[in-house]
C-alpha cells in the first residue's frame, strides 16, 4: 500500500494534510483547528480530497527560524536599526523512488530577503533588478540520494550538501537559527556557503565519517563564472565510537575539513575569491549535559594575479571560534550557550592587519520537538584597518525555531 504523509511550513500558510491510500484524513477540535490524527475531542472533517503519487512513499517537512533583531551601533554616525525576521523558511520534499527505503530524491526550498541585483559574469552587468527586499523562495537542495552504492558509503547527486556545515550545525553548535557557523558567519571567516552543485561520497562507520567531492565551488547563491571546480572533503574521527545526539549522547570528535578551489569567483585585484584554499581543524565533546567545542581556519588566496599585485582576496587570513553549551532539565530543555570568533583577514601588502571579532551569549528553551526559543545577545567588535570610528555593534535577538 502507497503511504503518503505530508505537511507543510505554517510561514508558508500550506496547512498540514496526511494521506493514506489517496484520500486525505483530517480531524477539527471545538476550536476549529485542524489535526492530522485522530484525538479526544477532536472529529473528523469530511472530504473528498485526493492524493497521488508515482513515488512509494512521500514525505514533507518544514523549519522556520522566525526573530526580532535590535542592533545598536557604538558609532553615533550610524543609526540603530530593529527588524522583524523570517531568517529561515524551509519546505521540504523527499520522494523515495527506489526499492532501497534510504535512496530518495530531495529537493528543498527556502524563503528569503532578495537585496542586490542578480550578476551571472562578474562585470557588473545586471541580469535580473533588485526586488527590493522582497521575501523570495529559491531552491537550496535538489539531489539524488542514493544508498551505499559502495561499501558504507553513499553520495548525494545534484544541488547537494556540502561536507563541513552540516555536521557541524548537528553535532557542534546548535543554534543556526541566531548565527551561522565561523566559515559562513559574514563577520567571520564568510568563505564559504552551505550548498553547492556537485557531487558528494558520504562514508559512515562506527569510528570514522567522511563527506567528500567536487562542486562548482560558488556556492548555491552565486553563478559559476569561470570553469574551475572545487574539491571539498571532512573526515572525522568519533574516539569514543559514538555518534551525535547531543541531548542523549556522550561523544568526542576531532575533523579535520576544507576546500580546494580552482578558478574560484572574480580575480583578488577586485576584492574577490580566487583559487582560495582552506583547512580547518575541529573538535567537540558532548555529554548531554553540556557541549564544549573548538577550531581553526585558516585560508590562502594562490592565485598569481594576486601575488604580482600584492593585492588580497576577502576571503584570506586565519581565524578560530569556540562555543560551550549547557544543558539542564529532564529534558535537558533549559540550555545557556556562549561562543567567540576571531578571523583576521590578509590585507594588501603594507597595510595593517585587523581582527574581526564576534561574542555571542544566550538561553533557549526547547518547548516541544517542534518549538524552541532563543534569546541572545551578539557583540560584533571589530578592530577597524583604517583607524577610523568604531563599528562595534551590539545586537539583541528574539528567536523561535520550528520543525516539523
Given at each position: 500500500?502507497?503511504?503518503?504523509?505530508?505537511?507543510?511550513?505554517?510561514?508558508?500558510?500550506?496547512?498540514?494534510?496526511?494521506?493514506?491510500?489517496?484520500?486525505?484524513?483530517?480531524?477539527?477540535?471545538?476550536?476549529?483547528?485542524?489535526?492530522?490524527?485522530?484525538?479526544?475531542?477532536?472529529?473528523?472533517?469530511?472530504?473528498?480530497?485526493?492524493?497521488?503519487?508515482?513515488?512509494?512513499?512521500?514525505?514533507?517537512?518544514?523549519?522556520?527560524?522566525?526573530?526580532?533583531?535590535?542592533?545598536?551601533?557604538?558609532?553615533?554616525?550610524?543609526?540603530?536599526?530593529?527588524?522583524?525576521?523570517?531568517?529561515?523558511?524551509?519546505?521540504?520534499?523527499?520522494?523515495?523512488?527506489?526499492?532501497?527505503?534510504?535512496?530518495?530524491?530531495?529537493?528543498?526550498?527556502?524563503?528569503?530577503?532578495?537585496?542586490?541585483?542578480?550578476?551571472?559574469?562578474?562585470?557588473?552587468?545586471?541580469?535580473?533588478?533588485?526586488?527590493?527586499?522582497?521575501?523570495?523562495?529559491?531552491?537550496?537542495?535538489?539531489?539524488?540520494?542514493?544508498?551505499?552504492?559502495?561499501?558504507?558509503?553513499?553520495?548525494?547527486?545534484?544541488?547537494?550538501?556540502?561536507?563541513?556545515?552540516?555536521?557541524?550545525?548537528?553535532?557542534?553548535?546548535?543554534?543556526?537559527?541566531?548565527?551561522?557557523?565561523?566559515?559562513?558567519?559574514?563577520?567571520?571567516?564568510?568563505?564559504?556557503?552551505?550548498?553547492?552543485?556537485?557531487?558528494?561520497?558520504?562514508?559512515?562507520?562506527?569510528?570514522?565519517?567522511?563527506?567528500?567531492?567536487?562542486?562548482?565551488?560558488?556556492?548555491?547563491?552565486?553563478?559559476?563564472?569561470?570553469?574551475?571546480?572545487?574539491?571539498?572533503?571532512?573526515?572525522?574521527?568519533?574516539?569514543?565510537?559514538?555518534?551525535?545526539?547531543?541531548?542523549?549522547?556522550?561523544?568526542?570528535?576531532?575533523?579535520?575539513?576544507?576546500?580546494?578551489?580552482?578558478?574560484?569567483?572574480?580575480?583578488?585585484?577586485?576584492?574577490?575569491?580566487?583559487?582560495?584554499?582552506?583547512?580547518?581543524?575541529?573538535?567537540?565533546?558532548n555529554m548531554p549535559a553540556f557541549l564544549a567545542s573548538a577550531q581553526y581556519v585558516t585560508s590562502t588566496d594562490t592565485s598569481s594575479?594576486?601575488?604580482?599585485?600584492?593585492?588580497?582576496?576577502?576571503?584570506?587570513?586565519?581565524?578560530?571560534?569556540?562555543?560551550?553549551?549547557?544543558?539542564?532539565?529532564?529534558?535537558?530543555?533549559?540550555?545557556?550557550?556562549?561562543?567567540?570568533?576571531?578571523?583576521?583577514?590578509?590585507?594588501?601588502?603594507?597595510?595593517?592587519?585587523?581582527?574581526?571579532?564576534?561574542?555571542?551569549?544566550?538561553?533557549?528553551?526547547?518547548?516541544?520537538?517542534?518549538?524552541e526559543w532563543v534569546a541572545n545577545v551578539t557583540i560584533d567588535d571589530n578592530d577597524h584597518a583604517t583607524g577610523t570610528a568604531s563599528?562595534?555593534?551590539?545586537?539583541?535577538?528574539?528567536?523561535?525555531?520550528?520543525?516539523?
Amino acid at each position: 500500500m502507497k503511504k503518503i504523509v505530508l505537511s507543510s511550513l505554517v510561514a508558508l500558510t500550506l496547512g498540514t494534510v496526511a494521506a493514506n491510500a489517496g484520500a486525505t484524513k483530517l480531524y477539527q477540535d471545538e476550536n476549529g483547528q485542524v489535526f492530522t490524527q485522530a484525538g479526544e475531542g477532536r472529529t473528523a472533517i469530511k472530504t473528498d480530497t485526493s492524493v497521488f503519487s508515482h513515488a512509494d512513499k512521500l514525505k514533507f517537512d518544514g523549519q522556520a527560524f522566525i526573530g526580532y533583531k535590535y542592533t545598536d551601533y557604538a558609532n553615533a554616525a550610524t543609526q540603530d536599526t530593529q527588524d522583524f525576521e523570517i531568517r529561515r523558511g524551509y519546505f521540504q520534499l523527499k520522494a523515495y523512488l527506489l526499492d532501497d527505503p534510504k535512496s530518495y530524491y530531495r529537493v528543498t526550498m527556502d524563503l528569503t530577503r532578495e537585496t542586490d541585483s542578480f550578476n551571472a559574469n562578474g562585470t557588473g552587468a545586471s541580469l535580473k533588478a533588485s526586488t527590493n527586499g522582497s521575501m523570495v523562495v529559491r531552491a537550496k537542495y535538489a539531489y539524488l540520494n542514493l544508498h551505499n552504492v559502495l561499501p558504507v558509503t553513499s553520495l548525494e547527486i545534484g544541488l547537494a550538501h556540502r561536507p563541513w556545515h552540516d555536521y557541524e550545525e548537528h553535532n557542534s553548535w546548535m543554534f543556526r537559527s541566531i548565527s551561522e557557523i565561523l566559515i559562513e558567519n559574514g563577520n567571520s571567516a564568510h568563505i564559504s556557503s552551505s550548498a553547492d552543485f556537485g557531487v558528494m561520497a558520504k562514508t559512515r562507520t562506527k569510528y570514522f565519517d567522511a563527506d567528500y567531492g567536487i562542486f562548482n565551488g560558488e556556492g548555491y547563491h552565486s553563478a559559476q563564472v569561470s570553469n574551475g571546480m572545487s574539491l571539498e572533503w571532512r573526515f572525522t574521527g568519533h574516539l569514543l565510537g559514538t555518534h551525535g545526539h547531543p541531548d542523549t549522547n556522550t561523544y568526542l570528535d576531532a575533523s579535520f575539513f576544507g576546500q580546494l578551489n580552482q578558478k574560484h569567483s572574480l580575480n583578488s585585484v577586485t576584492n574577490e575569491y580566487d583559487d582560495l584554499d582552506f583547512y580547518g581543524f575541529h573538535t567537540v565533546f558532548n555529554m548531554p549535559a553540556f557541549l564544549a567545542s573548538a577550531q581553526y581556519v585558516t585560508s590562502t588566496d594562490t592565485s598569481s594575479n594576486s601575488s604580482a599585485t600584492g593585492a588580497a582576496s576577502k576571503g584570506s587570513g586565519s581565524g578560530y571560534s569556540f562555543n560551550v553549551e549547557g544543558r539542564i532539565g529532564e529534558e535537558h530543555q533549559y540550555k545557556a550557550f556562549a561562543r567567540v570568533d576571531k578571523w583576521t583577514p590578509d590585507v594588501v601588502s603594507g597595510a595593517k592587519k585587523y581582527a574581526k571579532n564576534t561574542y555571542i551569549g544566550g538561553v533557549a528553551w526547547r518547548q516541544n520537538s517542534n518549538v524552541e526559543w532563543v534569546a541572545n545577545v551578539t557583540i560584533d567588535d571589530n578592530d577597524h584597518a583604517t583607524g577610523t570610528a568604531s563599528p562595534k555593534s551590539t545586537s539583541y535577538m528574539l528567536t523561535t525555531q520550528i520543525d516539523f
